[in-house]
């Protein structure tokens, strides 16, 4: 019998927040000790932000409904349902929903998200 070449995810690891964030990692280093990629769906809250980081890793965010505000290297984008980006490792960054909607989305990291590298600066 050969070994199976998939893994169905069916209890993603819910990460404990402390700003309301929901966070449900489905592959990644906290579910299945991943380190090429990492998979969340997240709901971000009305009126939410995270401090400044500059990851060591790529981050594709996909937007599902509500918007996300993300400050690139000073640049405001902000994404609405239907919408993706893709920010490259380095890029100085800082998360929001400045709006009265939560935000519901998808990211991808490449390589898997890891709080030792994500780099959040003391706002």
Known sequence: ???????????PYRVPTTDGKLIEEHFGLATTRTEAFSVAHMIAPPHWSEPH?????DEVTIVL???????????????????????????????????????????????????NTVHREDD
């Open 1 to 11: 019998m050969s070994e199976k070449r998939y893994f169905l995810q069916t209890d």
């Open 53 to 57: 980081q500059t990851p060591e890793f």
């Open 65 to 115: 409904r509500g918007q996300k505000q993300i400050e690139i290297d000073g640049e405001v984008v902000v994404l609405t349902a239907g919408q993706t980006i893709h920010i490259k490792a380095g890029a100085r960054i800082r998360y929001s929903n400045p709006n009265d909607q939560e935000c519901e989305y998808w990211s991808i990291c490449v390589p898997a998200f890891d709080i």
